[in-house]
């Protein structure tokens, strides 16, 4: 079992940036796949990023190009580099992580309890 915690949210305008970062508890952080989502107030959680055991990483349409996943295993960490932030961005992000190799295009098994991000015009 992993537990998370999230950080790095916050106000900021439009156009700016902020980077958000996942601790996950555990001796075997390297060996999971970790992703980000968020939810919006009043829709359906939405997957944003996914960076798998060896790297690999997806993007959704909607940040690709504006947000970099990235990992450090020897900080049992996972960061969301998020840029050119819109106000659409504005959600609580969560993280997540599932010891399979490749869980998508389903959800991961543990999750964060968030951190709220709010992008203004």
């Known amino acids: 079992q992993v537990q998370l915690v999230e950080s790095g949210g916050g106000l900021v305008q439009a156009g700016g940036s902020l980077r958000l970062s996942c601790a996950a508890s555990?001796?075997?952080?390297?060996?999971?796949?970790m992703g980000w989502f968020r939810q919006a107030p009043g829709k359906e959680r939405e997957f944003v990023a996914a960076i798998m055991w060896n790297v690999d990483s997806y993007y959704a349409d909607s940040v690709k190009g504006r947000f970099t996943i990235s990992r450090e295993n020897a900080k049992n960490k996972v960061y969301l580099q998020m840029n050119s932030l819109k106000p659409e961005d504005t959600a609580v992000y969560y993280c997540?992580?599932?010891?399979?190799?490749?869980?998508?295009?389903?959800?991961?098994?543990?999750w964060g309890q968030g951190t709220q991000v709010t992008v203004s015009s």
């Open positions: 555990g001796r075997t952080f390297s060996s999971y796949s």
């Open positions: 997540a992580a599932d010891p399979r190799s490749n869980w998508l295009p389903n959800r991961p098994e543990y």
